[in-house]
């Protein structure tokens, strides 16, 4: 359902990918973490950009360039993110990666790009509320994520349809 609107934009043509990842906190205490029935699923560990540890999951996003979603998952933190990004990969296969010193340069330095998935986290973390989504049981965590991607998607999908400038602006719908 959240990669149906993205195949009704000029984007989904769009050759280059963005992949990212970024925590979605499950619980900040030990007694939250007995209480909750994601024990087992989430994972504990220090977050450096947050200063702090907490149980949590990280969310992979594969965006086009205006910053609609495209592919999506979640994992325990421990699992690598080449894995998770092998399999994300198997369901899109556009995403870019930085060039390698053996092959001839391609993309340049990915930089850029990197912050425009930054910015797609951002507004999700900001206007869509993304880090307190309140799910307490796997299908809940996994429902209330996706109908937060799932708001995302339909609002790029929104502007491209109204040709508004500003592909992933939520201020119109800010009430």
């Not at 619980?27 to 907490?54: I, M, N, P, W």
């Not at 990280?58 to 421990?78: E, Q, T």
């Not at 990004?85 to 001839?104: G, N, Q, S, V, Y």
Request: glycine fraction near 10%; aromatic fraction near 10%.
């Amino acid at each position: 359902m959240i990669t149906e609107p993205a195949h009704d934009t000029p984007s989904w043509g769009e050759i280059t990918r963005r992949i990212d990842s970024t925590p979605v906190p499950c619980g900040k205490s030990r007694e939250t973490v007995k209480r909750s029935d994601l024990t087992g699923h989430a994972g504990y560990r220090y977050c450096a950009s947050h200063s702090r540890y907490f149980w949590e999951f990280r969310l992979y996003l594969v965006c086009a360039p205006d910053g609609i979603p495209i592919v999506w998952g979640l994992a325990n933190p421990k699992i690598g993110e080449l894995e998770a990004a092998e399999t994300m990969l198997r369901h899109d296969r556009h995403p870019i990666r930085p060039d390698r010193k053996d092959e001839k340069p391609r993309f340049g330095k990915p930089g850029g790009i990197r912050q425009w998935v930054e910015s797609v986290f951002d507004t999700m973390k900001g206007q869509l509320t993304l880090e307190d989504h309140g799910g307490r049981t796997i299908p809940g965590v996994y429902s209330r994520i996706a109908g937060r991607i799932l708001t995302l998607a339909t609002e790029i999908w929104h502007t491209w349809l109204i040709g508004a400038p500003n592909k992933r602006s939520l201020i119109a719908y800010d009430h």
